[in-house]
Protein backbone atom coordinates (compact mmCIF):
# COMPACT_ATOMS: atom_id res chain seq x y z
CA UNK A 1 0.00 0.00 0.00
CA UNK A 2 1.18 3.80 -0.60
CA UNK A 3 1.70 5.70 2.11
CA UNK A 4 2.05 9.26 2.71
CA UNK A 5 3.36 10.24 6.07
CA UNK A 6 3.09 13.88 7.20
CA UNK A 7 4.74 16.10 9.56
CA UNK A 8 1.99 19.30 8.79
CA UNK A 9 2.69 22.54 8.01
CA UNK A 10 3.59 25.22 10.41
CA UNK A 11 0.74 26.94 12.09
CA UNK A 12 0.22 30.73 12.73
CA UNK A 13 3.46 31.11 10.96
CA UNK A 14 4.95 29.04 14.20
CA UNK A 15 7.36 25.94 13.02
CA UNK A 16 6.20 23.48 15.92
CA UNK A 17 8.11 20.37 17.06
CA UNK A 18 5.35 17.37 17.25
CA UNK A 19 7.42 14.52 19.39
CA UNK A 20 5.17 13.25 22.27
CA UNK A 21 5.44 14.72 24.98
CA UNK A 22 7.38 18.08 23.30
CA UNK A 23 4.77 20.13 21.60
CA UNK A 24 6.71 23.49 21.00
CA UNK A 25 7.91 25.77 18.48
CA UNK A 26 11.13 25.69 16.86
CA UNK A 27 11.95 28.96 18.11
CA UNK A 28 11.98 27.77 21.86
CA UNK A 29 14.97 25.57 21.23
CA UNK A 30 16.51 28.03 18.53
CA UNK A 31 16.61 24.43 16.85
CA UNK A 32 14.34 22.25 14.45
CA UNK A 33 14.16 18.52 15.36
CA UNK A 34 13.59 15.90 13.08
CA UNK A 35 10.06 14.01 12.83
CA UNK A 36 11.06 11.03 14.82
CA UNK A 37 8.37 9.01 15.44
CA UNK A 38 7.35 9.84 11.62
CA UNK A 39 10.67 8.46 10.77
CA UNK A 40 9.93 4.61 12.52
CA UNK A 41 6.47 5.00 11.06
CA UNK A 42 8.14 4.92 7.84
CA UNK A 43 10.64 2.43 8.65
CA UNK A 44 8.07 0.27 10.59
CA UNK A 45 6.01 0.51 7.25
CA UNK A 46 8.50 -0.25 4.51
CA UNK A 47 10.02 -3.39 6.41
CA UNK A 48 6.23 -4.47 5.40
CA UNK A 49 6.46 -3.96 2.06
CA UNK A 50 4.06 -0.69 2.08
CA UNK A 51 5.66 1.87 -0.29
CA UNK A 52 6.44 5.09 1.87
CA UNK A 53 6.66 9.02 1.50
CA UNK A 54 8.24 11.02 4.33
CA UNK A 55 7.24 15.09 4.13
CA UNK A 56 8.22 16.92 6.64
CA UNK A 57 6.76 20.19 5.59
CA UNK A 58 8.54 22.62 8.22
CA UNK A 59 11.40 21.20 7.16
CA UNK A 60 11.04 21.56 3.58
CA UNK A 61 9.06 24.97 4.45
CA UNK A 62 5.93 23.35 2.46
CA UNK A 63 2.44 24.76 2.85
CA UNK A 64 -0.58 22.77 2.43
CA UNK A 65 -0.83 23.83 -1.20
CA UNK A 66 2.53 22.42 -2.09
CA UNK A 67 1.74 19.90 0.14
CA UNK A 68 -1.54 18.93 -2.08
CA UNK A 69 0.53 18.94 -5.24
CA UNK A 70 2.84 15.76 -3.21
CA UNK A 71 0.13 13.94 -2.63
CA UNK A 72 -1.55 14.45 -5.74
CA UNK A 73 1.45 12.83 -7.83
CA UNK A 74 2.20 10.00 -4.91
CA UNK A 75 -1.94 8.76 -4.75
CA UNK A 76 -1.41 7.32 -1.54
CA UNK A 77 -4.39 5.06 -0.20
CA UNK A 78 -3.75 6.18 3.33
CA UNK A 79 -1.89 9.19 4.99
CA UNK A 80 -0.50 9.32 8.52
CA UNK A 81 -0.84 12.40 10.00
CA UNK A 82 1.40 13.86 12.78
CA UNK A 83 -0.62 16.15 15.78
CA UNK A 84 0.22 18.05 18.68
CA UNK A 85 -2.22 20.09 21.33
CA UNK A 86 -1.44 23.79 20.29
CA UNK A 87 -0.74 23.36 16.35
CA UNK A 88 -4.10 21.05 16.15
CA UNK A 89 -6.04 23.39 14.25
CA UNK A 90 -3.53 23.97 11.54
CA UNK A 91 -3.09 19.73 11.57
CA UNK A 92 -6.78 19.18 11.11
CA UNK A 93 -6.90 21.91 8.35
CA UNK A 94 -4.16 20.16 6.53
CA UNK A 95 -6.22 16.86 7.20
CA UNK A 96 -9.33 18.83 5.79
CA UNK A 97 -7.51 20.03 2.39
CA UNK A 98 -6.16 16.55 2.24
CA UNK A 99 -9.85 15.21 2.68
CA UNK A 100 -11.27 17.51 0.20
CA UNK A 101 -8.96 16.75 -2.93
CA UNK A 102 -9.58 13.69 -2.09
CA UNK A 103 -12.40 12.03 -0.22
CA UNK A 104 -11.61 8.67 -0.51
CA UNK A 105 -8.33 9.07 1.15
CA UNK A 106 -8.20 7.81 4.76
CA UNK A 107 -6.49 9.72 7.63
CA UNK A 108 -4.48 8.58 10.54
CA UNK A 109 -3.87 11.03 13.38
CA UNK A 110 -1.20 9.84 15.70
CA UNK A 111 0.07 12.16 18.52
CA UNK A 112 -0.70 13.66 21.72
CA UNK A 113 -4.02 14.72 20.63
CA UNK A 114 -5.72 11.45 20.29
CA UNK A 115 -3.60 10.08 22.94
CA UNK A 116 -5.48 12.94 25.28
CA UNK A 117 -8.80 13.31 23.65
CA UNK A 118 -9.38 9.54 22.74
CA UNK A 119 -12.92 9.36 20.66
CA UNK A 120 -13.51 12.98 21.10
CA UNK A 121 -10.97 13.95 18.39
CA UNK A 122 -12.77 11.93 15.39
CA UNK A 123 -16.17 13.98 16.86
CA UNK A 124 -14.40 16.90 16.77
CA UNK A 125 -13.05 16.07 13.42
CA UNK A 126 -15.20 14.26 10.85
CA UNK A 127 -12.17 14.38 8.04
CA UNK A 128 -10.27 12.19 10.12
CA UNK A 129 -10.94 8.22 9.56
CA UNK A 130 -8.51 6.36 12.33
CA UNK A 131 -6.25 8.07 15.18
CA UNK A 132 -3.50 6.48 17.67
CA UNK A 133 -3.60 6.46 21.12
CA UNK A 134 -0.28 6.37 22.34
CA UNK A 135 3.22 5.51 21.24
CA UNK A 136 2.18 5.03 17.26
CA UNK A 137 4.77 2.57 15.58
CA UNK A 138 2.74 -0.85 16.25
CA UNK A 139 -0.80 0.28 15.95
CA UNK A 140 -0.12 1.83 12.53
CA UNK A 141 1.58 -1.11 11.20
CA UNK A 142 -1.33 -3.29 12.31
CA UNK A 143 -3.87 -0.88 11.20
CA UNK A 144 -2.46 -0.50 7.84
CA UNK A 145 -1.84 -4.31 7.22
CA UNK A 146 -5.39 -4.89 8.49
CA UNK A 147 -6.80 -2.42 5.65
CA UNK A 148 -4.01 -4.21 2.96
CA UNK A 149 -5.55 -7.45 3.94
CA UNK A 150 -9.65 -6.44 4.51
CA UNK A 151 -9.16 -7.38 8.06
CA UNK A 152 -11.72 -5.74 10.62
CA UNK A 153 -9.39 -2.94 12.70
CA UNK A 154 -11.54 -3.64 16.06
CA UNK A 155 -8.56 -5.55 17.32
CA UNK A 156 -6.21 -3.22 17.18
CA UNK A 157 -4.90 -1.75 20.79
CA UNK A 158 -4.72 1.65 20.50
CA UNK A 159 -7.21 2.34 17.77
CA UNK A 160 -9.77 4.74 17.18
CA UNK A 161 -11.98 4.43 14.18
CA UNK A 162 -15.39 5.04 12.80
CA UNK A 163 -18.04 2.19 12.27
CA UNK A 164 -20.75 3.69 9.79
CA UNK A 165 -21.93 6.50 12.16
CA UNK A 166 -20.45 4.76 15.22
CA UNK A 167 -16.88 6.12 16.93
CA UNK A 168 -15.40 3.15 18.33
CA UNK A 169 -12.35 3.16 20.99
CA UNK A 170 -10.51 0.05 21.35
CA UNK A 171 -8.51 -0.83 23.92
CA UNK A 172 -5.28 0.46 25.33
CA UNK A 173 -2.08 -0.27 23.97
CA UNK A 174 -0.19 -2.21 26.61
CA UNK A 175 3.30 -0.44 26.41
CA UNK A 176 5.33 -2.94 28.52
CA UNK A 177 4.80 -5.16 25.46
CA UNK A 178 5.99 -2.98 22.79
CA UNK A 179 10.02 -3.99 22.66
CA UNK A 180 11.49 -0.84 21.12
CA UNK A 181 14.72 -2.89 20.06
CA UNK A 182 11.97 -4.86 17.81
CA UNK A 183 11.48 -1.54 15.45
CA UNK A 184 13.99 -1.01 12.43
CA UNK A 185 16.17 2.38 12.69
CA UNK A 186 14.11 5.18 11.64
CA UNK A 187 14.27 5.87 8.22
CA UNK A 188 16.53 9.17 8.19
CA UNK A 189 16.90 8.48 4.54
CA UNK A 190 13.46 9.87 3.66
CA UNK A 191 14.58 13.10 5.02
CA UNK A 192 16.52 15.70 4.30
CA UNK A 193 19.23 15.75 6.84
CA UNK A 194 20.47 19.35 6.21
CA UNK A 195 17.66 20.86 7.60
CA UNK A 196 18.23 19.79 10.96
CA UNK A 197 20.90 21.79 12.58
CA UNK A 198 22.15 23.03 15.49
CA UNK A 199 21.79 26.66 15.57
CA UNK A 200 25.74 27.26 17.31
CA UNK A 201 27.64 25.30 15.30
CA UNK A 202 25.42 24.94 12.39
CA UNK A 203 25.82 21.35 12.39
CA UNK A 204 23.65 18.25 11.09
CA UNK A 205 21.61 16.64 14.54
CA UNK A 206 19.36 14.22 14.90
CA UNK A 207 17.12 12.74 17.32
CA UNK A 208 18.08 9.25 18.90
CA UNK A 209 15.43 7.37 21.05
CA UNK A 210 17.38 5.71 23.96
CA UNK A 211 14.07 4.51 26.34
CA UNK A 212 10.68 5.60 26.35
CA UNK A 213 8.47 6.14 29.37
CA UNK A 214 8.67 7.44 32.99
CA UNK A 215 7.32 6.35 36.55
CA UNK A 216 7.74 9.85 37.97
CA UNK A 217 3.99 11.45 39.27
CA UNK A 218 4.76 15.15 38.33
CA UNK A 219 1.09 16.45 38.28
CA UNK A 220 1.61 18.64 35.20
CA UNK A 221 3.39 16.28 33.16
CA UNK A 222 1.83 14.28 30.42
CA UNK A 223 4.83 12.00 29.26
CA UNK A 224 3.65 8.61 31.34
CA UNK A 225 0.27 8.85 28.96
CA UNK A 226 2.06 8.69 25.82
CA UNK A 227 4.90 6.46 26.64
CA UNK A 228 3.51 4.83 29.98
CA UNK A 229 5.05 4.19 33.36
CA UNK A 230 7.92 2.20 33.27
CA UNK A 231 11.20 3.06 31.41
CA UNK A 232 11.68 0.54 28.76
CA UNK A 233 14.85 1.06 27.83
CA UNK A 234 16.20 0.02 24.48
CA UNK A 235 19.26 -2.80 24.53
CA UNK A 236 22.87 -0.40 24.33
CA UNK A 237 24.22 -2.52 21.50
CA UNK A 238 20.78 -1.17 19.49
CA UNK A 239 21.93 2.20 20.54
CA UNK A 240 25.08 2.34 19.66
CA UNK A 241 24.63 0.64 16.25
CA UNK A 242 22.04 3.07 15.70
CA UNK A 243 24.41 5.59 16.55
CA UNK A 244 27.33 4.39 14.11
CA UNK A 245 23.94 4.05 11.37
CA UNK A 246 23.80 7.95 12.13
CA UNK A 247 27.88 8.55 11.61
CA UNK A 248 29.08 6.43 9.13
CA UNK A 249 25.60 6.89 6.61
CA UNK A 250 24.09 10.32 7.44
CA UNK A 251 27.73 11.96 8.44
CA UNK A 252 25.69 13.25 11.47
CA UNK A 253 27.96 13.92 14.77
CA UNK A 254 25.40 15.89 17.27
CA UNK A 255 22.51 13.86 19.14
CA UNK A 256 19.46 14.51 21.47
CA UNK A 257 19.77 11.53 22.99
CA UNK A 258 15.42 11.38 23.72
CA UNK A 259 14.15 10.00 26.03
CA UNK A 260 11.91 11.21 29.35
CA UNK A 261 15.30 10.61 31.64
CA UNK A 262 18.71 9.02 30.35
CA UNK A 263 20.14 8.18 34.19
CA UNK A 264 17.05 6.73 35.10
CA UNK A 265 18.47 3.50 35.42
CA UNK A 266 22.45 4.45 36.17
CA UNK A 267 24.12 1.23 35.01
CA UNK A 268 22.42 1.56 31.42
CA UNK A 269 23.62 5.38 30.80
CA UNK A 270 27.02 4.19 32.06
CA UNK A 271 27.13 0.77 29.34
CA UNK A 272 26.35 2.81 26.54
CA UNK A 273 28.75 5.68 27.51
CA UNK A 274 30.98 2.77 27.67
CA UNK A 275 30.46 1.41 24.29
CA UNK A 276 30.84 5.31 23.09
CA UNK A 277 34.44 5.10 24.55
CA UNK A 278 35.85 1.90 23.76
CA UNK A 279 34.84 2.04 20.41
CA UNK A 280 35.86 5.55 19.92
CA UNK A 281 33.20 6.96 18.56
CA UNK A 282 33.43 10.55 18.01
CA UNK A 283 30.38 12.33 18.83
CA UNK A 284 28.46 15.29 20.62
CA UNK A 285 24.99 14.56 22.49
CA UNK A 286 22.88 16.07 24.99
CA UNK A 287 20.04 14.87 26.98
CA UNK A 288 17.98 15.11 29.63
CA UNK A 289 17.87 13.90 33.83
CA UNK A 290 15.82 14.36 36.76
CA UNK A 291 18.13 15.51 39.74
CA UNK A 292 17.64 12.46 42.17
CA UNK A 293 19.21 9.91 39.48
CA UNK A 294 22.61 11.40 38.80
CA UNK A 295 25.99 9.74 40.41
CA UNK A 296 29.72 11.34 39.66
CA UNK A 297 30.83 8.26 37.92
CA UNK A 298 28.00 8.40 35.51
CA UNK A 299 28.55 11.93 34.62
CA UNK A 300 32.15 11.20 34.01
CA UNK A 301 31.72 8.80 31.77
CA UNK A 302 28.77 10.87 29.76
CA UNK A 303 31.55 13.79 29.75
CA UNK A 304 34.15 11.38 28.53
CA UNK A 305 31.15 9.48 26.03
CA UNK A 306 30.47 13.22 24.43
CA UNK A 307 27.82 14.73 26.86
CA UNK A 308 28.11 18.49 26.14
CA UNK A 309 24.68 19.21 27.86
CA UNK A 310 22.47 18.24 30.55
CA UNK A 311 18.81 19.30 30.61
CA UNK A 312 17.57 19.00 34.65
CA UNK A 313 13.56 18.60 35.25
CA UNK A 314 14.48 21.33 38.22
CA UNK A 315 10.84 23.08 37.41
CA UNK A 316 10.82 25.01 40.91
CA UNK A 317 13.59 25.71 43.71
CA UNK A 318 10.91 25.47 46.16
CA UNK A 319 10.30 22.27 48.38
CA UNK A 320 6.68 23.41 49.12
CA UNK A 321 5.89 23.86 44.97
CA UNK A 322 7.89 20.80 44.30
CA UNK A 323 5.90 18.81 46.81
CA UNK A 324 2.58 19.54 45.53
CA UNK A 325 3.68 18.84 42.13
CA UNK A 326 4.90 15.36 43.60
CA UNK A 327 8.24 15.94 41.86
CA UNK A 328 9.59 13.58 44.13
CA UNK A 329 12.25 15.29 44.47
CA UNK A 330 14.34 17.90 47.41
CA UNK A 331 15.89 21.07 46.78
CA UNK A 332 19.00 19.45 48.29
CA UNK A 333 19.07 16.69 45.68
CA UNK A 334 18.97 19.74 43.15
CA UNK A 335 21.69 21.39 44.31
CA UNK A 336 23.38 18.36 44.23
CA UNK A 337 22.73 17.38 40.80
CA UNK A 338 23.93 20.85 39.55
CA UNK A 339 27.07 21.06 41.28
CA UNK A 340 27.94 17.20 40.19
CA UNK A 341 27.33 18.39 36.48
CA UNK A 342 29.83 20.72 36.80
CA UNK A 343 32.34 19.04 38.80
CA UNK A 344 32.22 16.80 35.57
CA UNK A 345 32.84 19.65 32.95
CA UNK A 346 28.60 19.02 31.09
CA UNK A 347 26.87 22.64 30.68
CA UNK A 348 23.66 22.44 32.40
CA UNK A 349 20.49 23.19 31.42
CA UNK A 350 17.30 23.81 33.87
CA UNK A 351 13.86 23.27 33.20
CA UNK A 352 11.25 25.90 35.57
CA UNK A 353 8.12 25.97 35.50
CA UNK A 354 5.83 28.87 36.94
CA UNK A 355 2.40 28.97 38.08
CA UNK A 356 2.12 25.24 39.41
CA UNK A 357 -0.08 25.40 42.49
CA UNK A 358 1.94 26.89 45.42
CA UNK A 359 3.65 29.12 43.26
CA UNK A 360 4.00 32.65 44.52
CA UNK A 361 6.16 35.71 43.43
CA UNK A 362 8.66 34.34 45.71
CA UNK A 363 8.93 31.08 44.86
CA UNK A 364 9.02 31.73 41.13
CA UNK A 365 11.91 34.57 41.96
CA UNK A 366 13.95 31.92 44.28
CA UNK A 367 13.91 29.45 40.86
CA UNK A 368 15.36 32.86 39.07
CA UNK A 369 17.47 33.25 40.70
CA UNK A 370 19.00 29.77 41.33
CA UNK A 371 18.58 29.68 37.70
CA UNK A 372 20.98 32.80 37.21
CA UNK A 373 23.40 31.39 39.86
CA UNK A 374 23.70 28.09 39.22
CA UNK A 375 22.64 26.45 35.69
CA UNK A 376 24.33 27.51 32.19
CA UNK A 377 21.18 27.61 30.25
CA UNK A 378 17.70 27.92 30.89
CA UNK A 379 14.08 27.22 29.93
CA UNK A 380 11.43 28.82 31.63
CA UNK A 381 7.76 27.74 30.87
CA UNK A 382 4.62 28.37 31.99
CA UNK A 383 2.35 25.49 34.05
CA UNK A 384 -0.51 24.04 31.17
CA UNK A 385 -3.52 22.14 32.30
CA UNK A 386 -3.15 19.85 29.94
CA UNK A 387 -6.09 17.21 29.55
CA UNK A 388 -5.65 13.73 31.97
CA UNK A 389 -3.39 15.65 34.30
CA UNK A 390 -3.77 16.03 37.72
CA UNK A 391 -2.78 19.52 37.24
CA UNK A 392 -5.74 19.74 34.69
CA UNK A 393 -8.20 18.21 37.67
CA UNK A 394 -6.97 20.85 40.48
CA UNK A 395 -7.38 23.55 37.97
CA UNK A 396 -10.91 23.05 36.78
CA UNK A 397 -12.15 22.18 40.48
CA UNK A 398 -10.49 25.36 41.43
CA UNK A 399 -11.55 27.35 38.45
CA UNK A 400 -8.54 28.25 37.55
CA UNK A 401 -8.38 27.76 33.86
CA UNK A 402 -9.85 31.12 32.11
CA UNK A 403 -8.41 29.87 28.36
CA UNK A 404 -9.63 26.88 27.04
CA UNK A 405 -8.02 27.85 23.41
CA UNK A 406 -5.44 24.73 22.72
CA UNK A 407 -3.45 26.98 20.55
CA UNK A 408 -1.96 28.67 23.70
CA UNK A 409 -1.12 25.52 25.31
CA UNK A 410 2.32 25.88 24.03
CA UNK A 411 4.24 26.52 27.52
CA UNK A 412 5.37 30.25 26.33
CA UNK A 413 1.77 31.81 27.41
CA UNK A 414 -0.35 30.94 30.60
CA UNK A 415 -3.57 29.89 30.23
CA UNK A 416 -4.18 29.62 34.06
CA UNK A 417 -3.98 31.02 37.01
CA UNK A 418 -3.16 29.81 40.24
CA UNK A 419 -4.10 30.71 44.06
CA UNK A 420 -1.23 33.42 44.30
CA UNK A 421 -0.70 34.46 40.70
CA UNK A 422 -2.89 35.63 37.82
CA UNK A 423 -2.37 34.24 34.58
CA UNK A 424 -1.15 37.61 33.27
CA UNK A 425 1.52 36.97 36.32
CA UNK A 426 2.72 33.96 35.43
CA UNK A 427 3.43 35.12 31.66
CA UNK A 428 5.12 37.88 32.64
CA UNK A 429 7.18 36.47 35.65
CA UNK A 430 8.13 34.08 32.94
CA UNK A 431 9.60 36.61 30.07
CA UNK A 432 10.97 38.32 33.14
CA UNK A 433 13.02 35.01 33.74
CA UNK A 434 13.90 34.97 30.38
CA UNK A 435 15.29 38.57 30.14
CA UNK A 436 17.01 38.41 33.50
CA UNK A 437 18.65 35.05 32.98
CA UNK A 438 19.72 35.51 29.13
CA UNK A 439 20.15 39.59 28.69
CA UNK A 440 23.08 39.41 31.32
CA UNK A 441 26.72 40.51 30.18
CA UNK A 442 27.92 37.45 31.06
CA UNK A 443 25.15 35.35 29.41
CA UNK A 444 25.22 37.68 25.86
CA UNK A 445 28.96 37.03 25.40
CA UNK A 446 28.92 33.55 26.11
CA UNK A 447 25.84 33.31 23.35
CA UNK A 448 27.81 35.55 20.78
CA UNK A 449 30.96 32.94 21.63
CA UNK A 450 29.27 30.29 20.25
CA UNK A 451 27.89 31.88 17.24
CA UNK A 452 30.20 30.52 14.25
CA UNK A 453 28.36 31.42 11.21
CA UNK A 454 25.84 33.91 9.92
CA UNK A 455 22.78 31.43 9.73
CA UNK A 456 23.63 30.58 13.71
CA UNK A 457 23.15 33.97 14.03
CA UNK A 458 19.73 34.49 12.73
CA UNK A 459 18.81 31.09 14.48
CA UNK A 460 20.21 32.81 17.74
CA UNK A 461 18.22 36.49 16.68
CA UNK A 462 15.05 33.95 16.33
CA UNK A 463 15.94 32.49 19.91
CA UNK A 464 16.16 36.32 21.45
CA UNK A 465 12.89 37.31 19.38
CA UNK A 466 11.13 33.96 21.22
CA UNK A 467 12.41 35.29 24.51
CA UNK A 468 10.61 38.94 24.20
CA UNK A 469 7.46 39.23 25.70
CA UNK A 470 4.19 39.07 23.77
CA UNK A 471 0.95 40.41 25.01
CA UNK A 472 -1.40 37.48 25.12
S1 LIG B 1 9.98 13.03 35.93
FE1 LIG B 1 9.88 14.28 34.06
S2 LIG B 1 9.04 12.93 32.46
FE2 LIG B 1 8.66 11.95 34.45
S3 LIG B 1 6.57 12.57 35.03
FE3 LIG B 1 7.99 14.05 35.97
S4 LIG B 1 8.22 15.74 34.48
FE4 LIG B 1 7.30 13.97 33.41
Known sequence: MKVLVV??????????IREGRC????????????????????????????????????????????????FKN???????LNTAIPSIAGDMNTALALKNSDPG??????GMFPTILEGECLKQFKQVDYAIMDEPEWAVAHLINAINEKNSPEHIKGLIFRKDDEIIVNERQNLSENNIDDLPFPARDLLN????????????????????????????????VYYGRSFRKRSAENVISEIEECVNKYDI????????????????????CDEIISRNIKIAWSTTSRVDT???????????????????????????????????????????AVSMVRKAGINSMGHFVFGLPGDTKETAFKSINFACNSVDFAQFY??????????????????????????????????????ALSAKEIKKIRDFAYRKFYFRPKMLIKTLREVRSLKSFFSILNFISWIKPRNH
Open 7 to 16: NPPAFNKKDF
Open 23 to 70: MQTKSSWAALWMPLSLCYIAAVLRKDGHEIKLVDCIAEKIENNGLLEI
Open 74 to 80: FKPALVV
Open 105 to 110: IKITIV
Open 193 to 224: NNAYILPTNGKKFTLLSVGRGCSGNCIFCIAN
Open 253 to 272: QNFLFWGESFTTDSKYGEKI
Open 294 to 336: LNQNLLEKMKKAGCILLGLGIESYDQGVLNIARKGITVEQIDR
Open 382 to 419: CAIPYPKTELEIIAKEQKWIYDYNYSQFDLTTSVMRNE
